[in-house]
């Protein structure tokens, strides 16, 4: 599992305004700016931030599952090598930095600001193939 771990924490690190750090219950938590996209824990589980209606149409889609933990939260859980492999929890993990990355840019623009300004989000959602309920909810 450590691998598959590895290879998820050097990926997504190396992202545009991501910032890697220790999550508090073990593992490593990945944020862009003041949000939490996500963090992964070392025996396998990812757990993902959405906004709620994304979390549900994701969830609908079989792409991965409820949070274990706070199961109505917006919040998903995704077992890396159980449910999926190392490509799926990167899908993921990249959809919800663009969702987050969407919403950073609209309150920057609001109020006179730059927030990744290098980043084309719709263009990289696009390529990210969504299911037309779920590209509707994004």
Do not use: C
Not at 16 to 41: K, M, Q, S
């Amino acid at each position: 599992m450590t691998e598959e771990i590895d290879r998820i924490v050097a990926e997504v690190s190396n992202w545009d305004g991501i910032e890697a750090n220790e999550h508090r219950f073990g593992g490593t938590e990945f944020r862009l700016g003041p949000r939490e996209i996500g963090h992964v824990h070392e025996w396998g589980i990812l757990d993902i931030a959405f906004p709620r209606r994304v979390r549900d149409q994701l969830v609908a889609d079989g792409k991965t599952g409820p949070h274990h933990i706070y199961p109505e939260s917006g919040w998903t859980t995704f077992r890396v090598g159980e449910t999926g492999d190392v490509d799926d929890a990167l899908w993921l993990l990249r959809l919800s930095y663009l969702s987050h990355a969407k919403i950073m840019q609209k309150s920057a623009e609001r109020a006179g600001g730059n927030v990744l300004t290098e980043l084309d989000v719709e263009n990289e959602l696009t390529a990210l193939e969504p299911s037309d309920e779920l590209r509707a909810v994004l």
